[in-house]
């Protein structure tokens, strides 16, 4: 069930990214709660969505989610160039990219959290599967 939640909470928090930075770079007004149900969607992934299994995997996969956000230093020029291209696109993808940042750092925050704790409460640390 847990895994359903945790499903539904991933593509719910991708739906609502999209949504919220289209209508942020299109220059709509954006609905304040909309960040708000992202970091809230974002807990609920790292909570119900991140198996032992995964967790390598997830939190790669969250540092590249995250350093496309913060990749340059200079987003407005990004966004002016990909304007050239088409009229708005680059605030768009900005937009976009900001919002999945917002789901995505909780859940990571998370998980990291995660397992950091199972690191630090086994005597062991982290266990190699060496000399089994």
């Given at each position: 069930?847990?895994?359903?939640?945790?499903?539904?909470?991933?593509?719910?928090?991708?739906?609502?990214?999209?949504?919220?930075?289209?209508?942020?770079?299109?220059?709509?007004?954006?609905?304040?709660?909309?960040?708000?149900?992202?970091v809230i969607?974002?807990?609920?992934?790292?909570?119900?969505?991140?198996?032992?299994?995964?967790?390598?995997?997830?939190?790669?996969?969250?540092?590249?989610?995250?350093?496309?956000?913060?990749?340059?230093?200079?987003?407005?020029?990004?966004?002016?160039?990909?304007?050239l291209l088409?009229?708005?696109?680059?605030?768009?993808?900005?937009?976009?990219?900001?919002?999945?940042?917002?789901?995505?750092?909780?859940?990571?925050?998370?998980?990291?959290?995660?397992?950091?704790?199972?690191?630090?409460?086994?005597?062991?640390?982290?266990?190699?599967?060496?000399?089994?």
């Amino acid at each position: 069930m847990d895994q359903k939640i945790g499903g539904f909470a991933f593509i719910a928090g991708v739906l609502i990214a999209l949504l919220g930075g289209t209508m942020s770079g299109l220059g709509m007004a954006e609905p304040g709660w909309i960040i708000v149900v992202l970091v809230i969607l974002g807990l609920i992934v790292g909570f119900m969505n991140v198996s032992d299994k995964e967790i390598t995997a997830f939190l790669i996969a969250a540092i590249a989610l995250l350093s496309i956000n913060s990749a340059t230093s200079d987003k407005e020029k990004i966004s002016n160039s990909l304007d050239l291209l088409l009229p708005n696109l680059g605030k768009v993808i900005v937009n976009i990219t900001n919002h999945i940042a917002a789901f995505v750092a909780p859940a990571a925050l998370i998980a990291a959290l995660t397992e950091v704790y199972k690191i630090a409460s086994t005597p062991e640390g982290i266990k190699t599967g060496k000399g089994k």
